[in-house]
């Protein structure tokens, strides 16, 4: 789960949650929060998390991705605006159940598979 994928991206920095949540400017408990599952992050803590890690937020929303080398972020200028389409996506998307999140990555697939 996302939670854990925060957790364990942090861990390999070595980096204790006052740390890690002072460099994404906000509050620890929000982070330990966040690392629980008990909340999600808005698009733009996703976003800085992604970045801070250097790996897509395709990664860290996607439980069945385990390898964080074969999906680094595409966007490595923090700089870069993200369409606002997307952001509306991924709004809506955090709406969603897993099993529901996992049909939309499959249809997402399908469709980039069928304009290579």
Partial sequence: MLGEKIKSLRLEKNMTQEEFAESLC???PALSLYES????P???VLKKIAEYFN???DFLLDNNIKDKTNYPNKNNSSSNEIDEEVEVLVDMIYELDKDDRET???ILDALINKHK
Avoid: T, Y
């Avoid at 599952?37 to 999600?40: A, P, Y």
């Fill in 42 to 44: 808005d698009f733009e």
């Fill in 37 to 40: 599952n008990k909340r999600k």
């Fill in 26 to 28: 906000i509050s620890r």
């Fill in 104 to 106: 939309v990555i499959k």
């Fill in 55 to 57: 790996v897509s937020i």
